[in-house]
């Protein structure tokens, strides 16, 4: 697993939306063109809209029908990874008393949620595979509130086209409707039947089994259902922003 | 003896592998799925984010053209001229012929070494997409992925397959520096 301070190390290099600057040396740049293309932006441009195209290929490969694999107990992955884009010392230690759930945007119902109200609503729960964008992959056990029914309960308009969140430990993300509307994305309360440990996101994170990691926030503090692009802490830094599994 | 669309598809898969290998090891690189990481001055993309978007725009350019030169192969009758047949008897003699540097390296002619590697290498690119699909997509393409043995035995299968296209490439790029006029074949098209 990759250390998150090489992630840093990278990101330190970078402003943001220019992350592909310098990506292709001189050399490898007259390979693929026949030419010497010294204007870096040129790259930054095909790149960031093949990665758009690489969007919509997922999105009409996405089938809400689709269930990602599950597995058995016995599969779980002990201890799950830790990953993030600070340290374990730096894990953001949330009030579940005080917390409260923001939701906003195209909705009916715009009330805070507490814990209590959550955990009030019919819960599922899946043992599914986590896959990390860096490659690795683990397998947890995580329960909760089915988003599609969280998103009925607040009357989201559910032909917008994205659903964003805030962290309270400053991470952003945003994901389709298509796919939050899959009966497997989840508002997740718990991780192995017991409340998510701060680590993985007290009080609660998104847990999205069709999505790589990176698109399963943790310590959600706000949501949002928008047709304006919200892109995402990851996404800004040229991250695919669908990332779908 | 060769046709034009043969050699605009192999120096485009030239260009579109190179991307593909340099990128995949700066992805490799991220995560090691064994005890050792690829240099930094051999990969491409200086982080995990732009070698992904290298790696997902160029695989479009090498399974498009890996295509093109298939369809074009099989039905000119191009591949089944040039690469076959495969006979284990021919491809022997030729291998203890090239052991002691007695075998002729004949753009005109493939020997049955040369035959073999093709072919090989062409299911090595071959292996590499499909590998790469069931680890690009082990949800909606869950099929794939089973049959290649679930999502982590398939990213050690992507790894295979290009182990096994960078060893043909140090073999063909040493054996073009040894018959330097297969280049020129390669280039002009004329033997």
């Known amino acids: 697993m990759i250390d998150p301070s090489l992630h840093r190390r990278g990101l330190r290099r970078e402003s943001r939306r220019l992350f592909l600057r310098g990506t292709l040396s001189i050399g490898a740049l007259s390979l693929l063109t026949g030419c010497n293309l010294e204007d870096d932006d040129a790259v930054d441009r095909v790149l960031s809209a ?22 058995p107990e016995a599969d779980i992955t002990d201890p799950f990874p830790f990953n993030a884009y600070y340290k374990l010392d730096q894990v953001r230690h949330v009030d579940g008393a005080a917390w409260r759930l923001e939701v906003s945007g195209l909705v009916t119902e715009r009330r805070p949620w507490t814990l209590a109200d959550l955990a009030a609503l019919p819960q599922a729960s899946q043992i599914t595979r986590h896959i990390c964008i860096e490659g690795w992959s683990a397998i947890g056990k995580w329960g909760g509130v089915p988003f599609r029914d969280f998103l009925a309960r607040v009357g989201a308009d559910t032909r917008a086209r994205y659903v964003s969140f805030r962290c309270a430990d400053d991470y952003r993300g945003s994901i389709d409707m298509a796919t939050a509307l899959h009966k497997q994305t989840l508002l997740a309360l718990t991780f192995r039947d017991a409340p998510l440990p701060a680590m993985y996101g007290f009080p609660m994170k998104l847990r999205v089994p ?3 990691g990176f698109k399963n926030p943790k310590h959600i503090i706000a949501i949002e259902v928008t047709n304006v692009y919200p892109g995402g802490f990851w996404e800004d ?3 695919n922003w669908f990332s779908g599994s | 003896m060769y046709p034009l669309i043969a050699r605009i598809t192999h120096w485009i898969n030239a260009a579109a592998m190179t991307v593909m290998i340099g990128s995949g090891w700066q992805i490799y690189n991220a995560s090691p799925l064994f005890p050792f990481a690829f240099p930094s001055w051999l990969t491409l993309g200086h982080w995990l984010g732009a070698a992904l978007a290298l790696h997902f725009a160029a695989m479009w350019l090498l399974a498009a053209n890996f295509a ?14 040039r690469l076959f047949p495969l ?31 093709y072919v090989l290498v062409g299911c090595g690119i071959a292996l590499a997409i499909v590998s790469g699909l069931a680890i690009w997509k082990p949800v909606q393409l869950y099929p794939l992925t089973l049959v290649l043995g679930g999502y982590e035995v398939a990213r050690r299968v992507h790894f295979l397959a290009m182990s096994g296209i960078v060893a043909f490439i140090v073999v063909h790029l040493t054996l073009v520096a040894i018959v330097p006029s297969t280049l020129r074949h390669m280039i002009t098209g004329r033997t």
């Not at chain 1, 758009?52 to 599950?70: H, Y």
């Not at chain 2, 093109?68 to 001229?81: A, F, K």
């Not at chain 2, 003699?93 to 020997?111: E, I, T, V």
């Open chain 1, 210 to 212: 069709t999505k790589l």
């Open chain 1, 237 to 239: 830094y040229g991250y």
């Open chain 2, 87 to 117: 006979r284990p008897r021919e491809i022997w003699h030729d291998a203890m012929a090239a052991l002691r540097f007695r075998l002729p390296h004949d753009s005109a002619q493939y020997n049955a070494v040369q035959r073999l590697l």
């Open chain 1, 50 to 71: 093949m990665s758009r195209w690489n969007d919509t290929v997922q999105a009409a490969l996405f089938s809400r029908a689709r269930m990602a694999p599950t597995y």
């Open chain 2, 68 to 81: 093109l030169y298939l369809g074009y192969g099989v039905i000119s009758g191009h591949i089944r001229r």
